[in-house]
């Protein structure tokens, strides 16, 4: 179904969300026709934040919003639709489009796979109505849905379309770039070459795949990294539940502009606890761009003013590697909780491949080079 008739039958005027690669119709085409506009759409910081804010553009316009996700993104939306959206609290109607990640039957990669198989039921919980959208489902069939839900929206209720792979069209693509020079995949394999048999947690998407490659091409094994494949926003949090417990190692975490903004408030109890072991290594390109590279809001926030106002020692930033070699050998060297901002280009390489391991032979070897040292 192309996505203007798709959202011509909802009739919703305000658009928030997270990005999706399965939704990636969606994300694109409010790029185009909208951009970054306050009254029309915005890119938020995690679901619940979507679902927030879609709450307060209801309460202030009286009208519909619709809030677009990945299905991994439930959890976060569970707390404002059950205890502010409900019925019997607030009574506020939302429309969701919910890309479905680990449908089951259709092959995708394992921290999809158990989201997947909940995903109807966590909305059905919630109680809200659902519609499945796939390659055959029809611009008529999204009408007569509509009409259907009518009522049930009309009466402070939610309803959520669940995107199965494929069932969106759109033929714009959109690219997007930011003005920075440095690879994030070239910046990552500085990280290691300096890093050595340290621990390295790293986070959601494509870091992750890019620490895996260049572990392989170098021919080192992957016991010293711990890869946050799903749990968008938490690979801080992981680290920092290490560095407590393993006070005389020492600890990196590649992190994410995207998922740093998800769940920001993990750098305060960061700081609040000053691991001395701990070095937070934020790879900021401005964008979601695992899932297509819309953009965050990463590039209007000052991270190493943040980052020393939530209590970190010591904060530096680099847009080129001379800069990023010079700041990682100090960060190996010194004994505080250190920030460092690593601003990269937008891409990767289109045959980037993914972890050839399973999760639970990460967490395996994982546990054992914890367990035995380097």
């Known amino acids: 179904m192309e996505i203007k008739s798709f959202l011509d039958q909802i009739g919703v005027e305000f658009f928030v969300g997270v990005p999706d690669s399965q939704l990636k119709a969606l994300c694109d085409y409010l790029m185009n026709t909208y951009g970054i506009d306050p009254h029309k759409h ?15 553009y209801y309460l202030a316009t009286g009208k519909i919003p619709l809030v677009y996700m990945q299905n991994s993104g439930e959890g976060n939306i569970i707390n404002p639709v059950a205890s502010l959206m409900n019925d019997k609290v607030y009574a506020i109607p939302c429309i969701f489009v919910v890309g479905w990640r680990g449908e089951p039957g259709v092959h995708d990669e394992p921290q999809h796979i158990y989201q997947g198989e909940v995903t109807l039921k966590l909305l059905e919980d919630m109680e809200i109505k659902t519609l499945v959208v796939g390659p055959d ?53 500085d990280i290691i070459a300096v890093t050595g048999d340290d621990i390295i947690v790293s ?50 975490c590649l992190d994410g502009d995207g998922a740093a903004l998800m769940h920001m408030g993990s750098m305060a109890v960061i700081g609040a606890n000053h691991p001395t072991n701990l070095v937070h290594i934020l790879i900021n390109n401005q964008a979601h761009e695992t899932v297509g590279g819309m953009p965050t809001v990463s590039g209007t926030v000052d991270w190493q003013m943040l980052a020393k106002a939530c209590g970190y020692q010591k904060t530096a930033f680099a847009d080129n590697e001379e800069q990023l070699h010079a700041i990682l050998q100090e960060a190996k060297t010194e004994n505080c909780l250190t920030f460092l901002e690593v601003r990269c280009a937008n891409g990767a390489r289109a045959d980037l491949g993914r972890p ?15 367990t035995n040292g380097g």
């Open 42 to 56: 915005l890119i938020a910081a995690n679901e619940g934040n979507c679902t927030a804010l879609a709450a307060g």
């Open 137 to 189: 489902t029809t611009v008529n069939q999204v009408a007569a849905q509509m009409e259907e839900w009518k009522p049930w929206l009309a009466s402070g209720h939610q309803v959520a379309f669940v995107v199965r792979k494929g069932a969106l069209q759109y033929d714009q693509k959109v690219r997007y770039v930011n003005n920075f020079s440095m690879t994030r995949e070239q910046a990552i394999k």
């Open 203 to 252: 986070t959601t998407g494509k870091a992750s795949r890019e620490l895996f490659e260049a572990r392989e091409a170098l021919r080192q094994g992957h016991q010293c990294d711990f890869l946050t494949v799903g749990s968008m926003g938490h690979s801080s949090s992981i680290a920092l539940g290490i560095a407590l417990q393993k006070p005389t190692e020492k600890i990196w």
């Open 356 to 370: 050839t391991t399973t999760p639970h032979q990460n967490k395996q070897h994982f546990m054992e080079r914890l």
